[in-house]
């Protein structure tokens, strides 16, 4: 017979035997258990293959000129799986103000190195080669493990950035374009989404 404690302390362990006269003979011994073994985590998996799974709660902005963004750039399902990093219209736009929430289908743990966990993929349209001073499209990045309760990660300060996930794990994103419209032409539509990679891995089911 064998247990495994899940406290530290001194225990009092006792066990009944049966005899051969129909009876019971009782034993007891005390024992001291130094610590408790460690719980059992979740093992972390790689989940970049996955990418968003689902939006939700898209908010879109308008251009610089106050028409609505083009429709051809207005699909947030563009925004989910693997980024494309090509000149094909394979992202949405916030447009100015917007903001997009995305669902991933297993959480993101973060893996507390204090690196990055997530990567916010944006598309450089027709300009893969220009710098983010040059066309300074910004979000501000939330992450939430119910999608209720939000905690900021950061502001968009380069192309492509990534971000430390601060909280254990996430499993929404949320990001609030806070793009400087002055800086765009009239037809600027601000902050175009390709994508978000998960760095750290996530926790499977």
């Known amino acids: 017979m064998s247990c495994t404690p899940t406290t530290a302390g001194t225990l009092t362990v006792r066990a009944s035997v049966a005899d051969d006269d129909g ?7 005390t024992v001291t ?8 985590q979740p093992t972390p998996a790689l989940c ?19 028409k609505p963004v083009q429709a051809s750039r207005s699909n947030p399902a563009l925004a989910l799986g693997l980024p494309q990093r090509n000149d094909t219209v394979n992202f949405v736009s916030l447009g100015f103000g917007g903001s997009l929430t995305l669902r991933f289908a297993n959480p993101i743990v973060n893996d507390g190195t204090g690196k990055a966990d997530i990567r916010v ?8 080669r220009r710098s983010w001073s040059r066309y300074p499209e910004a ?9 209720v309760n939000w905690t900021l990660l950061g502001q968009t300060t380069d192309k492509d950035q990534a971000y430390d996930l601060v909280l254990p794990q996430a499993q929404y994103l949320k990001l609030v374009d806070v793009s400087n419209w002055a800086k765009f032409g009239p037809i600027g539509d601000g902050f175009d989404l390709d994508a978000v990679e998960v760095l750290s891995g996530c926790i499977r089911p």
């Open 23 to 29: 009876g019971a003979n009782t034993y007891s011994a």
């Open 121 to 128: 993929w944006e598309t450089s349209f027709g300009d893969a």
């Open 33 to 40: 258990v130094s610590a408790a073994p460690p719980t059992e």
């Open 139 to 147: 979000v501000k990045l939330y992450a939430s493990a119910d999608g």
């Open 48 to 66: 970049y293959a996955e990418g968003a799974q689902s939006w939700q709660d898209f908010a879109q902005g308008r251009q610089k000129n106050g």
